[in-house]
């Protein structure tokens, strides 16, 4: 077997959910950050997290509001997560530039939902934790919000066929073939 070259330590841990996170502050435009590192911490209560860098521009709105939205990126807004991912809130406008609707979220006061990605997921803060390069936000979800178009003949929300993308080591990727579904290694053979 061949000797594993051992690097310094790093996050080699991919892919990742490309998303864009929305936030808020009243009287201020609305602004998108796009964030990779982003997932699910428990199921009951529903809870996630972001962790963000304390100078991006969103940090503090973040922090002070104590809200956020996770919008999930399909191929078509590509373009639109990756240069909000290069581009400043505190120079421009994401919303404009990128010309996507900032909706109203139904269960918070200031962070919007991005009209045009299949599912937001509206989250609350509950605690950030400092941990270096990022602080992260732990978040209870408060709502999620669901393009109806997706729904399946047997009213099932079919997230897969939304052309979701994902985001390894620099590089972005379409979510390809389905291997399986969960449990099928012990599933009985009929």
């Known amino acids: 077997m061949k000797q594993k070259e051992v690097w310094r330590p790093g996050n080699m841990l991919y892919p990742l959910p490309a998303v864009m996170v929305s936030c808020g502050r009243p009287g201020e435009k609305p602004n998108i950050i796009t964030v990779a590192w982003t997932g699910t911490v428990c199921s009951s209560p529903a809870m996630v997290s972001v962790s963000v860098r304390p100078e991006r521009y969103s940090h503090d709105i973040i922090e002070e509001t104590g809200e956020f939205v996770i919008n999930l990126v399909t191929e078509k ?22 010309r996507l609707n900032a909706v109203p979220a139904e269960k918070l006061g200031t962070a919007p939902l991005i009209a045009e990605s299949p599912v937001n997921i509206e989250c609350r803060v ?13 978040a209870e979800v408060a709502a999620v919000d669901v393009d109806p178009s997706y729904m399946d003949e047997k009213g099932r929300f079919d997230l897969n066929a939304a052309g ?11 979510l390809g073939e389905k ?8 599933k009985k053979k009929r």
Do not use: M, N, Q
């Not at 505190?90 to 919303?95: A, E, L, P, S, T």
């Not at 979701?164 to 379409?174: C, F, M, N, R």
């Not at 291997?179 to 012990?186: Q, W």
């Open 126 to 138: 509950t605690k950030k934790i400092p941990l270096g390069s990022h602080d992260l936000f732990l």
């Open 164 to 174: 979701l993308i994902t985001y390894s080591h620099g590089e972005y990727y379409a």
């Open 179 to 186: 291997l399986g579904t969960f449990g099928y290694s012990v």
């Open 77 to 98: 807004l590509l373009r639109s997560c990756d240069w909000c991912g290069v581009k400043s809130g505190r120079d421009v406008d994401k919303f404009e530039a990128c």
